[in-house]
């Protein structure tokens, strides 16, 4: 089926189908992240090249008709795009972590520095956008939050240990896992009450 690569490596393909193939194949993915969250990745981000879908509702997506571009505002599959962006960052941060080698300080700074501008472009980016009158709309914007501080967990947790002093100073180890805990927890209950 060839998923993995995206479409337009394949001239024959058309828009449409290639949009829908990059749908399926971050379905794929985000199913086999998911799966691997307590084990080494099977997966790496090497292993794949196909790109993002568009940020286009499924009304969008007329067979014979070019793609129009990305829309900036909320769409049926904002949250679903989301997903699949933590989801690059995730596996990274499993390779980086549960491998037998020692982690090198500079790829744990590159990774978490990564995450942390990937957030703030959603952030100022992508979120003022996003109305807060809206329930599904206020949902995308919290749990996307928690995804991306969930990512950051991933990553952070293994060096919570004090034997990891040398990779992470105590102060700032605890000062992160606290701080993701919190951001974690806060908009968890902000969304239950709702």
Known sequence: MGLHRDPSNFPEIEPVEGEIRRRVWYHVFHMEVYSMINSSPYMSEHSFDTKLPRNLNDSDLVHGQPLPESRSEYTEVSHFLFRSAMNGHYIRGLELTSGMKRVKKEEFQKLMKDIQEWGMQWECRWLPKYRDDIKMERMVKTTGR????????????PFSRPSEKNLLPADIREWYVLSILHHFFIPTFSLICD
Request: proline share 0%.
């Open 146 to 157: 928690l995804l991306l501080n969930k990512a950051l967990l991933v990553l952070y947790f």
